[in-house]
T-cell receptor, first 112, second 118 residues
Framework: DADVTQTPRNRITKTGKRIMLECSQT?????MYWYRQDPGLGLRLIYY???????NKGEISDGYSVSRQAQAKFSLSLESAIPNQTALYFC???????????FGSGTQLSVL | AQTVTQSQPEMSVQEAETVTLSCTYD???????LFWYKQPPSRQMILVIR??????QNATENRFSVNFQKAAKSFSLKISDSQLGDAAMYFC???????????????FGKGTKLSVKP
């Protein structure tokens, strides 16, 4: 089983819909991240959390919200999806001892 | 704010040959980490190699090695004996010393797409 699991793997939705992307991990890491990947732009940080009570906005947090339900779960929500939120979304955890990131398999989101 | 620049959007290499991917970064910090991540068509992000700034010795992982030039703020990745499975997007990343703020603690470059010709 994957250490970092994202669901769904692919999602198509319509403009204005609320959508939630889920991430769960079995690595026991406190640090979790949500990134967005667009062609030619690389990975950009949406939100990050260093523990259950710590939530921080990244550089592109507008239009997104997150919930850290437990150490193992970190969800990303789009309150009202718009077409320019079409992208590949990654959840990641980080091992504080060596700074290594462990990524989920990504969720490809298309907003029509 | 720190930045990471990968100046080669695309690269190509012949199978069994050697290729070098470039990465430069801008920082005023003296202690930090640098990484190369690989993203094959399966889209899974995989850590290739990691370098601590305080270590002068260049990191190596099998066919992958880096040329870390701290004064020049350069961190290139060399892939020796290239294989078809090396075809992927490669991302350079910088881990800043201080946490917090909108950049979090990791900054990625925009990536280099590597093609391997048989």
């Amino acid at each position: 089983d994957a250490d970092v699991t994202q669901t769904p793997r692919n999602r198509i939705t319509k403009t204005g819909k609320r959508i939630m992307l889920e991430c769960s991990q079995t690595k026991g890491h406190d640090r979790m991240y949500w990134y967005r990947q667009d062609p030619g732009l690389g990975l950009r940080l949406i939100y990050y959390s260093f523990d259950v009570k710590d939530i921080n906005k990244g550089e592109i947090s507008d239009g997104y919200s997150v919930s850290r339900q437990a150490q193992a779960k970190f969800s990303l929500s789009l309150e009202s999806a718009i077409p320019n939120q079409t992208a590949l979304y990654f959840c990641a955890t980080q091992d504080w001892r060596n700074e290594k990131l462990f990524f989920g398999s990504g969720t490809q989101l298309s907003v029509l | 704010a720190q930045t990471v620049t990968q100046s080669q959007p695309e690269m190509s290499v012949q199978e069994a040959e050697t290729v070098t991917l470039s990465c430069t970064y801008d920082t005023s910090e003296s202690d930090y980490y640098l990484f190369w991540y690989k993203q094959p068509p399966s889209r899974q992000m995989i850590l290739v190699i990691r370098q601590e700034a305080y270590k002068q010795q260049n990191a190596t992982e099998n066919r992958f090695s880096v040329n870390f030039q701290k004064a020049a703020k350069s961190f290139s990745l060399k892939i020796s004996d290239s294989q078809l499975g090396d075809a992927a997007m490669y991302f350079c990343a910088y881990r800043r010393l201080h946490y917090g703020g909108s950049q979090g603690n990791l900054i990625f470059g925009k990536g280099t797409k590597l093609s391997v010709k048989p």
